[in-house]
Each structure stands twice: as structure tokens, then as C-alpha cells.
């Protein structure tokens, strides 16, 4: 069975595209209610298969993997808008952004499975598998905060808002993360 990745604005079916693994220069453009930016998805030894070649083996999978030595890579540049109802400035917290692993059907859970997510959750206290048990669309995650090895988070003018013509020179307001998990 081939490897799809589908990427969307929400967890609805229709929302979510297939996205061409290991290409960098077409990130997926992903705009919602609640973020706004490009996601790329790198996986190592990942051989789509071509037109001719249904098993395609080519020695290479992409640059990036050139110089890290590492099996996958998701990285994102956008912002989380502030949409967030819990806050009184509409911002989001560090905990209340979860990454999520999810598969399309029901998975076929091996005996212990429910020790070793109890083993997990002593290393990442962090760490959701409530969802993996669901039926239809099994889930696991965590805080995506948690999930980064790599994360570069800053605050950035949004020229021509005009609420922030308003405010002061100094202030400024959400704006575009770059983060990365490898």
C-alpha cells in the first residue's frame, strides 16, 4: 500500500488534499478559521511510485536528507490567528496546539498497547492516545510545542492593519512562526 499524506484547513474528509511528499518547492498552503501558512512533509527512503515504474527505487529522496540524518521532517512557516475564545486576547497557549497522528480506519491494536502508552506518558506526561481505541479514524498526540526540535516563534508588524496604525510604534502583534519536527 502506497504512503498518502493529505493535508487541509480541518479534520473533515473533504478538506483534506493529497500533498506530494519530499517537494520542497510546493508546500501546501493551508488557510483556516484558526492558522494560516505553508507546511511541507519530508520522509526519508520515500519512492512515489511513477507512471513507469510503479515500484520506483531512486537513489535519491530529497536534499534535505542530505545534510540531517534524520527518517522524517514536517516544518511549517504561519500563524496561529487570535481566534482563541478561551482568552480574553484571542491568543493561543503552548498546550491548546496539538499535533496529531490520524489514520483513515480502524487500526488493529496489538495486546499491551494500553501499558505501553501508560510507559510512554511516564517519559512525555504529555502524551494523548485516547483517540487510537476510535473506530473510525484512530488518533494519537501530544502539545505540539512539545513534538518541535526546531522552533523560531516571533511577533511581527502586519502592515496596513489598521488597529495597529493605532497603537504605538513599539507594539506589535501576532504574527508568522516558523516550527519544525524531526
Known amino acids: 500500500m502506497a504512503l498518502t499524506i493529505r493535508i487541509g484547513p ?8 493529497p500533498y506530494p511528499i ?46 540531517h540524518s534524520r527518517v522524517f521532517s514536517l516544518q511549517w512557516q504561519g500563524r496561529f490567528k487570535a481566534t482563541n475564545p478561551w482568552s480574553k486576547d484571542g491568543l493561543w497557549d503552548a498546550d491548546e496546539v496539538l499535533f496529531v497522528a490520524e489514520v483513515d480506519d480502524k487500526i488493529h491494536v496489538p495486546m499491551g498497547t494500553s501499558i505501553a502508552t501508560a510507559f510512554a506518558r511516564t517519559i512525555d506526561p504529555s502524551f494523548i492516545a485516547d483517540g487510537i481505541w476510535d473506530l473510525k479514524r484512530p488518533w494519537v498526540g501530544s502539545p505540539l510545542e512539545v513534538d518541535l526540535e526546531i522552533t523560531a516563534a516571533r511577533r511581527v508588524r502586519i ?9 504605538r510604534e513599539k507594539e506589535l502583534v501576532p504574527g508568522y512562526t516558523m516550527a519544525h519536527t524531526d
Open 10 to 17: 480541518s479534520r473533515q474528509q473533504e478538506s483534506l488534499k
Open 22 to 67: 519530499n517537494r520542497d518547492s510546493e508546500p501546501a498552503y493551508i488557510s483556516s478559521e484558526h492558522f494560516e501558512g505553508l507546511i511541507t512533509v519530508r520522509i526519508q527512503h520515500h519512492h512515489p511510485p511513477t507512471s513507469s515504474s510503479p515500484t520506483n527505487r531512486s537513489t535519491s529522496t530529497c536534499a534535505y536528507f542530505d545534510n
Open 159 to 167: 502592515e496596513g492593519d489598521t488597529q495597529m496604525e493605532k497603537k
